[in-house]
């Protein structure tokens, strides 16, 4: 290898390093402060009147079949209703016309026994950020128990701790098969996102 091409070399180091730096730093905080807040177990999760479960389409992006992220979201939602840990929940996602993550999720928990009458639909989640300021602006809500999965939990919670909601996460199970995997990489830069646009 040549001088020039050693240079080169050290130079798009530097740059890769530069630019990994903020995503490293910011998913170290958020995994740090709210490592003690989000919980696998429905028994450990202290009782809330209000739960928000966090929305996502029935089907996959890429290919056919069911999301499994939305399945594991609504069977953690039942279990956690089961255990009686809170008394009304807002559901909270996407909705354009054709298209309400909201209604697709309460139709399918209505079918599992959590009755309508519990139910609020935020259609207007269109964000993260924006389901947690709903929380505080629409619906006037100081405590709740998030329902997403367990890197999606993190980062609402932090959302939340930032506007004075307490907040704590029940872990829906993950998804680790390849095409979620980019979902996990999203999440990484979602979280640099969330500093720069809803934090700072």
Partial sequence: MTKKQRRYLISAVMIVAILLLPVVICN???DYTTSDDSFDDAASVPRCEYAMLLGTGPTRRFGKGPNQF?????TATVRLYRAQKFKRLIISGECHPGYDETKMMS???GKQGIPDSI???DQKGHRTNSSVVNLKTKYHVDSVIVISQKWHNERTIYLAWHIGIHAVGY???DVNNPLAQLTHIRELLARVKMFVVDII
């Avoid at 939305?70 to 609504?74: A, H, K, L, P, W």
């Fill in 28 to 30: 170290i905080v958020v």
């Fill in 70 to 74: 939305y399945v594991n979201r609504i």
């Fill in 107 to 109: 139709a399918d928990l």
């Fill in 119 to 121: 139910i609020i639909r």
């Fill in 171 to 173: 872990n829906a199970e």
